[in-house]
């Protein structure tokens, strides 16, 4: 019942039950990445009138997160690449690290030396910087 509920009403975890109907009425499906999200676009590649181009479309795995989608299947989603991840045989190079999902608002994500929330002390100034005062 609650797995019901959730593709009613909510957007922001997976799809709601209008997405996944509209994704079985017009949609093929094209791969699947690492994180599990899929990816779909209209089926035998008929174009959007709407748009002009063919319409596409992933359906995240678990939360809606833009930045969980991988730099190939970013391509392909925004047209730069013709060829979707899983129909090519792509490989990384050595200098390539792998992908993350950005981390903003989480605990894990990057804090700077000196920042309030991270456990470091702020470096001493050099002199360039004398703070306010009232009796100034």
């Known amino acids: 019942m609650i ?4 593709l009613i009403f909510t957007w922001w975890n997976g799809a709601t039950i209008g997405t996944l109907f509209h994704t079985w009425r017009k949609g093929e499906f094209v791969g699947v990445d690492q ?7 209209t089926k035998g590649g008929v174009k959007d009138p709407a748009l002009g181009i063919v319409r596409r479309w992933v359906i995240y795995n678990g939360e809606a997160e833009a930045s969980r989608i991988p730099p190939g299947w970013y391509g392909w989603m925004h047209h730069k690449l013709a060829v979707p991840p899983s129909e090519e045989n792509y490989k990384a190079r050595e200098w390539e690290l792998p992908h993350l999902q950005n981390r903003t608002g989480t605990a894990d994500a990057w ?3 000196g920042s309030i929330l991270s456990a470091g002390q702020r470096p001493k ?6 703070p ?5």
């Open 35 to 41: 994180f599990g999200n899929r990816y779909f676009q």
């Open 132 to 136: 306010w005062s009232p009796e100034a």
């Open 125 to 130: 100034v050099t002199g360039d910087y004398t």
């Open 3 to 6: 797995r019901l509920l959730t």
């Open 111 to 113: 804090r700077p030396q």
